[in-house]
Each structure stands twice: as C-alpha cells, then as structure tokens.
C-alpha cells in the first residue's frame, strides 16, 4: 500500500513513537524483483572506523573552510578532475584543475558531498582554480554573503561571490583581483602571484594574504613574496598598499585567521638552508612545514612576529612527503586543524599508480586564543570524534557518507546530485546513527533496478530489512518495513545491488 506522508512525530525513550515518512508524495511499495547483493563487497579505501580522509572518493586539497547556518563548509583544489582525466595513472600536473569540490558536515564524522564548482566556467578569463579562501559576511541587504578566492595557477587571484555557501556562484569583478601588474605590485611583483589568505575581522573589515616562491636572486630566509593588503568594503577591491609580510622561509599555502584581536598568517615554509635561521627564534622549523606569524596591525611589517611552526610535512606523520597547506577553523567550542596529504591514494595501494593526488584530514588544535598562539599539532588515520549523532528519521541526501566503497556521484540538468555507478556489492556508511525508541521501515529515493539492504555496525553484517524496485526511468520513493524494528545508535551500512541512482533516505515508524 502507499504510505501517506505526514509530520514526524517527536520520539520518546520508553516506546517507539509513530513518525511517518517526510518524502513529499506518496511512497511506492518495494517488491520481490528477485535482485540480491552479490557475497562480495567492494573495497573502501577508507577504514570504517576511522575519520580521515575526510572524502573515500574525492581528491580534494588546500583547504579552507566556512560555518554557515550550524553546518560547516570545506573547500579544495579539485584533484579528482586531473586523476578522473588520467584514469587513475601518472602524476598531478595540477594544470588541469579548473574547479574546486566541496563537502559540508554538521557532526565531523559524516560528510555530504556538495559537487564540484565550475569556477573557470563563472570567471571565463581564467584558466585554473587552486588553494581556495572563503569567508561570509552579513551585509546590508539582511543576506550573508560568500566570498569566495581562488588562484588562477600562480599567475593571480580572482574571486567569487553568492549568498549560499554552495551557489550558484558568480564573478563579480570579471577579471583578477590581484595581479602582479597592478599597482602596489608591477614595481615590485611576488614570484607566483597565488595562494589567497582572506579573514573579516572583529570590525568587519576583510584582509588578504597571498604571494609565494623564491626568485634567482632573493633570500631563501626571506624572500618577500608575501604580501598582506586590506579589502575593500565591497570585499572585491584592494584598499590600502600592499605590504611584505617579513616570513621566514615563506614558500606558499597563505591563509588568515583573526584570533584574540591579533591577524594570524598561517603559511607551508621552503625547502632552503635552515643554518640561517636566527638562534634567538629558536629551534628552526622543519622543510615544508606550516608555520605561523602574529600581528597587531597588519600593514605594520614591523607588528608581524613570528610564532613558530605548528605542522610538520606529512612524513613526519607516517605518511609519504608531499606538498603542504592547512586551515585552522572555530567549530563549536573546539579549534580544528584541517591539512592534506595523500592518504587515500596510499590507500588504494597497486590499484593505482599515479602521484600527487591529494586528500583533506581534520584533526584537534590547541589554541591560545588569548595570545593567539597555535599548538603543534598531528596528522592522524583517526582523525576527531563525532560531535553529535546523525537522526535516522530525517531525509538524508545519499551522498552524505562517512565512508563508500565503489560509489561515484551524477548532476541532472536542474543540478540535483545523486550517487551512482552503483554496481553489486557496493556501500556507504553513515556512522551514529539514532534510531532513538525505534524504526520499523525505510524509504529511499532511486531512480533505476535494483536492492538496497540495511545492515548494522558493519558491512557484512546480516541485513535487518532491504528494499527491491524497478522504477525505469522515473525517480521514486520506495518503501518497505524491517525484519525488526531497531533502536538507538548504529553505524548503518546500505549495501547495494542492481543498477541505479540514489538520491535520498529516511527511516520510519509507522503503524498501519
């Protein structure tokens, strides 16, 4: 029978409650088409019980981050567009990348794939999109607003704007905001003219790091590729001089924060002499290193102060070497570092030989807001716990995930997202889930053949309740009752058989 949709009803613990289905419409009953799930599972090349990488089949690097509306926002350089282009082999030219990915998460543990940003499809005078910066504002039209920064190779800086933190994005300057032949720069220009750092601070003024590289005749030391300039109160132009941020050993990787009413400028160090480091900082930081400096007034050269390195390279973490950008990020009461490396291309082992294909991992900071100082941190396979438990009975978008084994994603005409490439024995996993007092059906949104079965705490685990369809080329929401009615927290594995889209999912209690 189709089961009519109504309000979910509040759960109590002492019984399960009825809360019907939220799909608007009414939902097709599953039945017997005879499709099972093959006996053997795809590999994921994440581990279920682990938080990093943040993405199991996404390359996505240089990150930077923004809250919006209690979720938080995290951005990339799109690496899977090169390794997509070369079908998993050679290395990273970074050449190709002319979009930026972006996943959002309100738990820390489960992610929801955004899809990707055309940027050089919005800013059509650029030719690549890297090391992207974001920051909102609310500003007079009651709105927030995104800004979002990109590096066009290491050419110049161009950015983007819109009132969502996913789009639609557009390009409002029509050219680069910085740029080498502008002036405060043509006399005097950085060696790769990329990298944004952006930061609003407690008076709602923007400021932009950028710059990197070292010329034949500059200092490895210091070599004055750094620059710090403030932002319009349009957030698209430059309004004040550009100044030279006095880093030591500064390479690339810029971003800004504003912590304790200090300006905080985060940056990946070079790969030159350390022996001429001054004694008097201590201990100089390691090759490829992230580290920070601290200002009172940023256009002030003389205010920055170097605060020391904060991250080492990835092998000093047991992962392979490789290039190196971090974002610090507020979420909650707790500070969390974001990084890269190139974990989940280590984890795919001989199932591909390419290099240089980049992966985000979060882990826990300490930081002294107080004196704006930045503890050292790690990076770890472990990553940070969930902050909160996912609700079984709200529509989920299947593309919200902590981990997938063999999973790809779809964008129709109207952009909607879907998974897809969904073959027999594929999975994801969404970690805590709360059944609360208890389920008894699941519904899920496809468009296709085949069966989704619900299985608890581990993938192979006997299914508690499954649903089969042939919906042809129609998206529809199929339903169907459990085995058993389940209860309280589970890692929930959906596992896959047939051939189909999937868009979303929800669990019920109903009663008939």
Not at 225 to 233: D, E, H, P, V
Not at 424 to 429: I, M, Q, S, V
Request: charge should be negative; proline fraction near 4%.
């Amino acid at each position: 029978m189709a089961i009519t949709v109504s309000t979910a009803a509040a759960l109590c613990s002492c019984k399960a409650s009825p809360s019907d289905f939220t799909f608007e419409g009414q939902l097709v009953p599953s039945q017997d088409y005879g499709y099972k799930v093959g006996d053997t599972l795809t590999e994921a090349f994440k581990a279920p019980d682990e938080n990093n990488p943040v993405s199991s089949d996404i390359f996505f690097a240089d990150p930077t981050s923004v809250e919006y509306d209690g979720r938080l926002y995290i951005y990339g350089t799109n690496d899977s567009q090169e390794f997509d282009k070369k079908t998993g082999f050679g290395s990273n030219s970074y050449g190709g990348i002319n979009t930026l990915a972006c996943y959002s998460t309100d738990d820390m543990s489960n992610f929801r794939y955004e899809g990707t940003i055309p940027v050089c499809e919005i800013a059509t005078w650029a030719g690549c999109s890297w090391a992207p910066s974001i920051v909102s504002r609310e500003e007079s039209d009651g709105k927030t607003h995104f800004y979002l920064y990109f590096a066009n190779s290491g050419a110049n800086i161009g950015v983007l704007t819109s009132t969502s933190p996913t789009g639609p994005w557009s390009d409002p300057v029509g050219g680069p905001l910085v740029y080498n032949e502008m002036e405060g720069l043509k006399d005097d220009p950085v060696v790769w003219c990329f990298d944004p750092g952006v930061c609003i601070d407690d008076n709602g003024v923007g400021w932009i790091a950028f710059g990197g590289g070292k010329g034949e005749h500059q200092s490895g030391l210091m070599t004055g590729n750094c620059r710090i300039a403030r932002l319009g109160k349009d957030m698209i132009s430059i309004d004040s001089e550009i100044v030279k941020v006095p880093t030591y050993f500064h390479f690339e990787a810029n971003e800004l924060n504003f912590i304790g009413g200090k300006y905080v400028l985060t940056y990946c160090s070079n790969y030159e002499d350390r022996s001429v480091f001054p004694v008097t900082l201590g201990a100089a930081p390691q090759t490829c290193s992230m580290c920070y400096m601290v200002a009172d007034d940023p256009l002030d050269a003389d205010s920055w102060k170097w605060g020391g390195e904060y991250l080492t390279n990835p092998n000093q973490h047991g992962y392979p070497f490789s290039n190196n950008h971090s974002h610090l990020q507020k979420y909650g009461d707790k500070y969390y570092l974001l990084y890269q490396n190139v974990s989940l291309l280590e984890n795919m082992g001989k199932l591909s030989t390419a290099d240089g294909f980049r992966s985000i991992g979060i882990d826990l900071c300490e930081v002294d807001e107080a004196n704006a100082v930045i503890s050292p941190s790690k990076m770890s396979d472990a990553g940070v716990e969930q902050i909160k438990d996912h609700s079984a009975f709200e529509i989920t978008e299947a593309e919200t995930v902590h981990t997938t084994a063999g999973l790809k994603y779809y964008t129709d005409e109207e952009g909607s997202l879907f998974v897809t490439s969904i073959s027999d024995g594929d999975w994801l996993e969404v970690t805590n889930v709360d059944f609360g007092s208890g389920a008894n059906s699941f519904a899920a949104r496809v468009r296709g053949r085949g069966i989704i079965e619900i299985r608890l705490d581990k993938p192979d685990a006997k299914p508690v309740g499954s649903i089969q369809f042939e919906t042809g080329d129609e998206v529809l929401a199929i339903s169907g009752a459990l085995d058993k009615t389940v209860s309280g927290t589970h890692d929930l594995y959906l596992v896959f058989g047939g051939s189909f889209v999937f868009d979303k999912w929800q669990f019920a209690y109903t009663e008939e």
